[in-house]
């Protein structure tokens, strides 16, 4: 009975990171580029009571073993980086990527972190800056005079300069890539960071390598399905329960055993 209120007592530690992480995504429903995380739980050891194969007999052993598990355990928080939906906006400063690559962003420090909010706005100087005025797209800088500014499907960026009769090819967007997405760190805004388990990015021009093309006028806004959230929702407040009820039952028999004279 002292087991099984540990047990319980990690399965409701357990739901309740669910319901953590389950809120985290449901609160960023509407954050351009969100990818939505997963909690991932595994089982704690056993204690063996007799194990499998063990002799009960002269020439019989036991089919199965005796073990009883411990409860369970936080392994990852997941994120998933499958598309999200694009949605037109008309800003022609917004820009979608279709495929798998990641925006590189020149950090303060001089650091780069990656995005997938192409949400994009124009400095003083006329750079290229995300919503927190750090570097998109590297050095590329729009005249001031430009009337327009256009963003081709393999990144490169161009503006119409008055007494120009053709756009003047400002620079292009690189995209980076990752053997293993799934090991960026988040850093908040919709940054993520390089990792050793994500390996080292690869720059490269979209359209290559599965990086995927850019969409002016559109971005991508969160992968978060909130119909399968509230189902997970419900789930986990019912496991919660459930747990806690486990609790109750084993503090009601240690009860009983106590009054026993």
């Known amino acids: 009975m002292f087991r099984s209120l540990a047990t319980a007592a990690s399965g409701m530690e357990a739901q309740q990171t669910k319901l953590d992480v389950t809120a985290n995504n449901i609160a960023n429903v ?39 598990g411990l409860g369970t355990r936080l392994v990852s928080t997941a994120r998933s980086h499958s598309q999200g939906e694009l949605r037109q906006t008309g800003n ?14 020149t950090l303060p420090g001089g650091g780069t972190a990656y995005t997938r909010n192409g949400a994009l706005h124009m400095s003083a100087e006329g750079r290229l800056v995300n919503s ?45 890539m990752f053997a293993n997405p799934g090991g960026l760190v988040a850093e908040g805004g919709t940054l993520f960071k390089e990792t050793s388990a994500s390996g080292t990015a690869v720059l490269g021009a979209p359209g290559e390598g599965g990086s995927g093309s850019l969409r002016q006028g559109m971005l991508e806004v969160s992968n978060v399905n909130v119909v399968e959230e509230m189902i997970d929702l419900i789930s986990g407040q019912r ?20 009054q026993l004279r």
């Open 30 to 68: 509407s954050t351009n580029g969100f990818k939505k995380g997963r909690a991932e739980f595994a089982d704690l050891m056993y204690q063996q009571i007799r194990p499998g194969g063990s002799p009960t007999g002269t020439g019989t052993n036991a089919p199965t073993g005796t073990e009883i």
């Open 92 to 105: 022609q400063l917004d820009v979608a990527i279709e495929g798998h690559g990641f925006l590189p962003v």
């Open 132 to 176: 927190d005025g750090y570097s998109v797209a590297g050095e590329i800088t729009v005249p001031p005079d430009a009337q327009s500014v256009s963003i081709a499907a393999d990144g490169t960026v161009s503006a119409r300069i008055p007494g120009d009769t053709q756009p003047t090819e400002l620079g292009k967007i690189q995209l980076a």
């Open 239 to 258: 496991a919660y329960e459930i747990n806690s009820r486990v609790i109750k039952a084993a503090d009601e028999m240690l009860g009983q055993t106590v």
